[in-house]
């Protein structure tokens, strides 16, 4: 059940991607009055699953999940109708429009995803506005895992920054470790003076690949009482820190729930710290599962709300702020240094990203995600992708000059040999990583 709602959650985000973009192609081809043979949702070789024809386009929905297209007239495209092309020249093919028409049916794919990612996000941010956990909560510190040890941190360490930059929001700062072409800097408090870390760029691959930026760093959270649940520990109070138990003290409550269930079914000696200054002890039962019968105090989220009309310059920031880090990791992949290379993943690592339960903000984070992914690897200016096919109309807008038909046939057949390797490595490094190593 569970990996059948990532099933759905793929195709479906899948489907409105490809959707949106080919779209976008149709629409601005319709706009200059450019004949549209057939609009598809996936690939159909030699069939479709189903197909239905109006006015002069067959609109369908393909079998092989790899994509999808608008075939437009008079375009040298993946369709590769090199037969039509050696016809008369029609008024509503696209090759007998400007250049500057073509160019916009081009990019109208691209500018489409990154229209859907801003409304996405402008969607989220008023619906559920920005929740995240801040550095400035984290009073007592971190505890790393075996990683970040390995880095240097301690555990008690408070961030103060990286590379000259305030730390914030965790997420970003965990980020911004692993997607990085240089050494980091950081510096963090600790015990009460502050340490400049470096950490070299091959520690921090290292750990990017053996995946140690999970679980990187959790708050230490202190052992505050929110509720009392059992009568045995009925001295407590809402607010109430427990700060030692027996002889122990300075731990978080993780560390004291450890110290708990090693003493499960014993007594232990409590000491609470009161409205921040009485200190008080007495005994208290554990019971055999380790625990005092109390409810903790979690952590202090943020949340940040908009208004609509806020939601509106939000999310079309939080798009550039997507773009610009999806920019710097693409930038990344083709420098061998980084290693990044060996971490390009197909359709089980994009599928492998959703949940297995159903949340639609978090199902609206990603498709937003992919869209903007999806966006900035077609723009690259690789024959067969819109960037490959903008670029040739762009040289002839500025020099007047139109690529030959061979040419552009040929350029066409290299793309789709640099993308037909591009999907093999990506799609092999995913059967290695999940079903081989």
């Known amino acids: 059940m569970d990996i059948l709602v990532k099933?759905?959650?793929?195709?479906?985000?899948?489907?409105?991607?490809?959707?949106?973009?080919?779209?976008?192609h149709f629409i601005m081809a319709r706009v200059f009055k450019i004949r549209v043979e057939?609009?598809?949702?996936?690939f159909d070789p030699w069939f479709s699953l189903f197909k239905f024809k109006r006015g002069n386009t067959e609109y369908g929905l393909g079998w092989l999940p790899l994509g999808g297209y608008v075939k437009i007239a008079g375009m040298i495209d993946e369709s590769m109708d090199t037969e039509q092309m050696k016809q008369p020249v029609k008024q509503d093919e696209f090759r007998a429009k400007p250049a500057w028409q073509r160019f916009l049916v081009m990019i109208a794919g691209v500018v489409m995803n990154v229209v859907l990612a801003v409304a996405i996000y402008i969607g989220i941010c008023y619906t559920w506005g920005d929740t995240y956990f801040s550095n400035a909560d984290a009073k007592w510190g971190y505890n790393f895992n075996e990683a970040g040890h390995k880095l240097g941190f301690h555990d008690g360490d408070r961030l103060v920054s990286i590379d000259g930059e305030e730390a914030d929001d965790i997420n970003k700062v965990v980020n911004s470790l692993i997607i990085t072409e240089s050494d980091r800097s950081v510096v963090v408090e600790r015990n009460g003076r502050q340490v400049e870390l470096i950490l070299p760029l091959d520690e921090l691959i290292s750990m990017r690949q053996q995946k140690g930026y999970e679980n990187f760093l959790l708050p230490r959270i202190p052992f505050l009482i929110d509720s009392v649940v059992n009568p045995t520990v009925a001295q407590l109070r809402k607010g109430d820190e427990i700060v030692a138990i027996d002889n122990v003290s300075g731990l978080d409550f993780a560390g004291y729930g450890q110290y708990l269930k090693a003493h499960a079914g014993d007594s232990v000696l409590l000491t609470v710290l009161r409205e921040g200054d009485m200190l008080f002890e007495f005994k208290a039962p554990v019971s055999e599962n380790g625990t005092l019968g109390v409810i903790r105090k979690g952590l202090a989220l943020r949340t940040q709300k908009y208004t609509f009309l806020e939601a509106i310059p939000a999310g079309i920031q939080r798009t550039g702020k997507v773009i610009s880090s999806y920019w710097d990791q693409l930038k990344m992949i083709v420098q061998p240094k980084t290693k990044m290379y060996e971490e390009l993943g197909g359709f089980i690592s994009i599928g492998s990203i959703f949940p297995s339960t159903w949340d639609w903000q978090d199902f609206w984070m990603k498709t937003a995600f992919l869209s903007i992914i999806l966006a900035v690897m077609n723009i690259l200016p690789i024959?067969?992708?819109?960037?490959?096919?903008?670029?040739?109309?762009?040289?002839?807008?500025?020099?007047g000059?139109?690529?030959?038909?061979?040419?552009?046939?040929?350029?066409?057949?290299v793309g789709l040999i640099i993308i037909l390797f591009l999907l093999l490595y990506a799609n092999g490094n995913d059967i290695y990583r999940f079903f081989i190593k």
């Open 7 to 24: 099933i759905i959650q793929f195709f479906l985000c899948f489907t409105i991607l490809i959707g949106i973009h080919e779209m976008g």
């Open 38 to 42: 057939k609009f598809y949702i996936f």
């Open 383 to 399: 024959p067969g992708l819109d960037g490959g096919h903008a670029i040739f109309t762009f040289w002839e807008m500025i020099s």
């Open 401 to 413: 000059r139109k690529v030959s038909d061979k040419v552009l046939e040929a350029a066409q057949y």
